[in-house]
């Protein structure tokens, strides 16, 4: 078994870029998500876009990023907090193709989200498990979850959850997954889950960052997108403390930026 290990680490260690990175950034955009990520060849991915009343926060981020166009803009779920500021990057930025999990919900925010797509010409996909977001040929971009199987009556348990793997390094974004999507995702998908860093899911309230999850990811660090008025709830911050995990979180420590080189992360 190790000799197969090290091999597995030689073989994902050369699939990595050399000199470059990927980068990712959770825009600090008040009570949302809104995650940007540029690939190490250069392509940039918006993954959700935060609520509608910051979506000025993304932007500005976009441009001060010099971002000219999106090569894909993914939408998690169609909650307001991750829909909300997309009628405004669809305006501001050439987008060439739109990712969602095809759960249709009647929010403002998604109707326009989706008229944004039709409006614009965008190219659409629906994510399911067992797919590939093919975005970059350094990495290895898995869609664990929602399942093919009919929607659940909880949207924020049919989040679209990526597994994105460059080298050595993997990063874990959950939406906004309650426990009910968690167990069924460590069932699943199990040891695959395993990644340095987890995107904390559902804003670290509660409801989600179960103890299995956090057994199966084995994460050294999480990253909290959260804003002034929907704190991370106090018993999941010490979940994170006890399994040794460090915690960012963006309405303390502002955007929080990190960068792989396919060996470590860093937080820039």
Known sequence: ??????????????????????????IDCGKGDAIFIKTPSGKNVLLDAGP?????AVTSYLRRAKVLQLDAAILSHPH?????????????????????????????????????????????????????????????????????????ENTN????????????????????????AEAGLVRQNGGRLESQVLKSPHHGYATSSTAILLKSVKPRLVVISTGEGRRPEKAVLKRYVRAGIRVLRTDEDGTVTLASDGIEWRVK
Do not use: C
Request: a negative charge; proline letters at 6%; charged letters at 25%.
């Open 80 to 152: 307001p907090d991750h829909a909300g500021g997309f009628e405004a990057v669809f305006e501001d930025f050439p987008v060439a193709l739109a990712y969602e999990s095809g759960r249709e919900d009647h929010y403002p925010e998604y109707e326009q989200f989706k008229s944004g797509v039709n409006r614009k010409g965008i190219h659409h996909k629906l994510l399911k498990a067992g797919g590939k977001v093919y975005i970059d040929p350094h990495l290895d971009v898995q869609v664990l979850w929602p399942p093919s199987a009919e929607y659940d």
């Open 1 to 26: 078994m190790p000799a197969v290990a090290s091999l597995f680490l030689f073989i994902a260690a050369a699939h990595a870029a050399a000199g470059q990175e990927l980068r990712v950034a959770f």
């Open 157 to 180: 348990n049919d989040s679209i959850v990526l597994r994105v793997v460059y080298g050595r390094t993997a990063i874990l974004f959950t939406g906004d997954i309650e426990k009910k």
């Open 52 to 56: 509608p009343n910051n979506a000025r």
